[in-house]
């Protein structure tokens, strides 16, 4: 496995805190600014980067997150570029682990070898692809451990005893618990339900244990890493991109100041 993200849990676990994970869609509102919030995020306290890879049709995506995959589009986004961010962002940080987060479709578009050998070379540590069961490991999962990248699971309320050995079989990097059933953003996490979940997965791994979905202030954060080893937002850092945008699409705002402002505020609340 790359050692970036195992580096980074040791060094957090050095320093008695979560980890911040932090989501935004490559390539929105364009290229360049998406690769300006991209750098600026481990500046403002991120310790991990999900790099959102766009497609037309996000189906475990709330309304913020699916507008973010369309502008990204819109503006001309690939795969091909979304890797070529992570290769940029290299240049200047090599530490911050960085995990491709999206769907499959267009992985299987790239060509799935080609997407492995490729995703390396950019500097991607892992990734997370919320449409392939653990039923489907040989088309994307193996190939991608076999090469030493971190396969990240997500285990979900409705994961029960049964099913949760079968979606940690080839887990590594970190399981990703969803913290309630329905889309990205959608509502507020019951952190009691969470707590007791979280120590639920992790009487089945000694991997971390990060808690997304619904996570939006530094109060819900600071909640949430009471019981996790990582806390994952996404919608609320998608949604400071959007504030710098009318409807439109005029630039009225600063998003790279208001992704920085709002991932500082959650990074004071887990130290």
């Keep these: 496995m790359t050692q970036r993200m195992d580096d980074k849990f040791a060094a957090l676990k050095s320093e008695g805190r979560p980890a911040l994970v932090t989501y935004f869609m490559g390539g929105d509102p364009d290229f ?13 306290g991120a310790d991990i980067i999900e790099l959102g890879m766009p497609f037309s049709d996000p189906m475990a995506d709330g309304p913020s997150i699916q507008a973010a995959g369309l502008r990204s589009l819109k503006a001309g986004q690939t795969l091909h570029k979304t890797l070529q961010m992570a290769a940029e962002f290299r240049k200047s940080d090599d530490t911050t682990p960085i995990v491709l987060m999206g769907y499959y479709n267009p992985i299987y578009s790239y060509g799935v070898d080609k997407f492995v050998s490729d995703a390396l070379k950019a500097g991607i540590d892992g990734m997370i692809i919320v449409d392939l069961p ?36 080839n887990a590594s990097g970190f399981v990703y618990y969803v913290s309630m059933n329905g889309i990205t953003g959608s509502a507020i996490p019951d952190t009691t339900l969470v707590g007791k979940a979280v120590q ?6 000694n991997l971390p244990i990060c808690v997304g979905f619904g996570v939006k202030t530094p109060e819900q954060a600071k909640a949430i890493a009471a019981t996790a080893d990582g806390v994952v937002v996404g919608t609320a850092i998608v949604n400071a991109v959007a504030s710098a ?27």
């Design 134 to 169: 653990s039923e489907m490991d040989e088309e994307l999962c193996l190939p991608a451990v076999k090469a030493g990248l971190n396969f990240i699971r997500l285990a979900t309320p409705t994961t029960d005893g049964k099913r949760l050995p079968r979606v940690l079989e």
């Design 200 to 205: 639920n997965i992790k009487e089945h791994t």
């Design 32 to 44: 360049d600014t998406s690769m300006q919030v991209m750098k600026a995020l481990p500046e403002a």
């Design 245 to 271: 945008f009318d409807d439109s699409g005029a630039r009225i705002g600063d998003p790279v100041a208001s992704v920085s402002k709002l991932v500082s505020e959650l990074a004071a609340s887990l130290r």
